[in-house]
């Protein structure tokens, strides 16, 4: 994902986060710190989807070899392999906005982080 693509997703959903922290709160605004602090999904969902799908290709044989009479070694292996990958896709991976931000680099992270805090203000 190039670094522009990355910064409007990172962007929706750190907006999606904060406007559910609002609620949750109760308060108008949130500070700086605190929107660098919430945790969003770094990982966008179709990509999570793929790792489910991926996941399920090795489960799929693991029950076929095992419920055929096959190795019981080798379906436990697919299996875990399986369902790590699955694992993986079901949970995603969430981390804090200010690190998803310093990924971006210096001056697109400043900018991402100037249109979420603006479109905050102006709730």
């Known amino acids: 994902m190039n670094a522009e693509r990355r910064a409007r997703y990172i962007e929706r959903v750190a907006l999606r986060a904060a406007r559910r922290a609002l609620r949750k709160s109760g308060k108008e605004t949130l500070t700086r710190e605190?929107?660098?602090?919430?945790?969003?999904?770094?990982?966008?969902?179709?990509?999570?989807?793929?790792?489910?799908?991926f996941g399920l290709?090795?489960?799929?044989?693991?029950?076929?070899?095992?419920?055929?009479?096959?190795?019981?070694?080798?379906?436990?292996?697919?299996?875990?392999?399986?369902?790590?990958?699955?694992?993986?896709?079901?949970?995603?991976?969430?981390?804090?906005?200010?690190?998803?931000?310093?990924e971006l680099g210096g001056g697109l992270a400043e900018a991402t982080l100037e249109i979420i805090y603006n479109v905050l203000s102006h709730l």
């Open 34 to 53: 605190e929107l660098l602090a919430l945790r969003i999904q770094r990982v966008p969902p179709w990509k999570r989807a793929c790792l489910v799908g």
């Open 57 to 102: 290709l090795f489960i799929v044989p693991a029950v076929v070899i095992f419920s055929n009479g096959g190795s019981v070694v080798i379906s436990c292996a697919l299996g875990a392999i399986g369902g790590g990958f699955a694992g993986v896709g079901l949970v995603g991976q969430r981390t804090t906005v200010e690190s998803c931000l310093a």
